[in-house]
């Protein structure tokens, strides 16, 4: 019944949004604040432009009839080309975050498996089948309910994402992320103590990262530590023990595991620092908006540059400290097969490092789509580690 309470507890305030957030489209519509950011965000974006370039001519001017005409135009042409909702809800989701959680399940599976015979049993292929569905709706729920909270943010930082486009409406993305929260966590009830740590250690942290009055995303620390807990501690430890326990028949709990086993501890330390690199670059191409709205991001405190730099500094150590340890591990390996696995493991972590240099001369700090570009391509070598997790035994 507690359980029961809490999740309506937590669709309740979701839907109550629009009322509570400093951020919600209703208010943003009558604030006067609203218009002199978006000059300002205008300014400055023109400003930037035209030191980049070099160039001091200003652009003609047009009529206001003019205008007014092409702004119609191009608001009638937005509105005809709405993509349907399949595509709309893709979008919404965040898709490179909704990959990240979809490989990480299998992946653990594997982990924790005891030997690689164990994976042809049917159970196995269950148990990732059925925590995917509703660790993806939780994963929905999380990432939509940022968009939903900050709708004028994304205006100025993310324009091209669903409800800041204009091809989703606030209403319809609670009610989404309302219905995914439910679903997600009534399945979890039904399994594991891991999967439901997951779903509901996950919802929470996500909930406080950015639904008014908490918005523990205006916090760098604390939301560093949102992030790195999910996608480190969380997730990892937690979908190890769900595999350990549905598949396997371990009675050991999450905390346990974590203690216990050292492919568990590692690999959500690993995660962890990887996740923690995430919380810092994805707020690097953000300092703009994140200033505007007084989202004091450590970005925004010290300046993009050194945040890019140190960043790239941390992931390219911690992909190189896994090579040599990895190496290490394989001359002393005694099975022909495990001189295999951490040979390709160590080979892997080498090349992601190198990789993580390679990309990051090439960008300009101060440059926001530069910056995204490369946080994308970390998001690929995320991917990378969570196809060689299994191996890294």
């Not at 979890?188 to 918005?215: A, Q």
């Not at 997730?235 to 974590?258: K, Y």
């Amino acid at each position: 019944m507690r359980r029961t309470a809490l999740l309506l507890s937590f669709a309740i305030a979701l839907l109550q949004v629009p009322r509570s957030s400093a951020f919600s489209v209703q208010r943003a519509a009558t604030s006067p604040a609203v218009p002199a950011r978006t000059a300002l965000f205008q300014a400055s974006r023109a400003e930037e432009l035209n030191q980049r370039s070099g160039s001091s001519s200003v652009p003609p001017q047009t009529s206001s009839s003019e205008t007014s005409s092409e702004s119609r135009t191009k608001q009638d042409a937005e509105e005809t080309t709405v993509p349907p909702f399949p595509i709309v809800l893709w979008k919404f989701t965040r898709p490179h975050t909704l990959i990240g959680s979809a490989l990480a399940i299998p992946a653990l599976h594997g982990l924790a498996a005891p030997s690689w015979h164990a994976i042809l049993s049917p159970v196995f292929w269950y148990s990732i089948a059925y925590a995917s569905l509703p660790s993806l709706l939780m994963n929905l729920y999380i990432t939509g309910l940022n968009q939903i909270t900050d709708v004028e943010i994304d205006k100025i930082n993310k324009p091209h994402l669903p409800i800041a486009a204009g091809i989703l409406k606030p209403r319809t993305a609670k009610w989404t992320v309302a219905v995914a929260l439910l679903i997600s966590l009534t399945m979890g009830y039904f399994s594991t103590p891991g999967l439901n740590m997951v779903l509901w250690g996950s919802g929470i942290l996500g909930t406080l990262y950015s639904m008014p009055p908490f918005r523990l995303k205006r916090f760098p620390v604390l939301a560093a530590f949102c992030i790195v807990a999910v996608r480190g501690t969380i997730i990892n430890a937690s979908f190890f023990s769900h595999a350990q326990t549905a598949v396997f028949g371990s009675t050991q709990s999450v905390l346990q595991c974590l203690l216990n086993d050292p492919k568990c501890l590692y690999s959500s330390l690993f995660f962890g620092i990887f996740g923690m690199v995430i919380a810092l670059m994805k707020d690097v191409p953000d300092v703009l908006g994140d200033r505007l709205n007084e989202i004091r991001t450590f970005s925004v405190r010290v300046g993009p540059q050194r945040i890019f730099r140190n960043s790239r500094r941390l992931l390219s150590a911690l992909f190189f400290c896994t090579s040599a340890a990895f190496l290490r591990s394989a001359l002393l390996a005694e099975t022909k097969g495990m001189i295999l696995c951490r040979s390709i493991t160590s080979v892997c972590s080498l090349a992601a490092g190198l990789s993580v240099r390679q990309k990051a001369n090439a960008v300009d700090p101060e440059n926001p789509k530069q910056v995204y570009k490369y946080y994308m391509h970390l998001w690929k070598l995320f991917y990378l580690c969570y196809l060689v997790l299994p191996l890294a035994r």
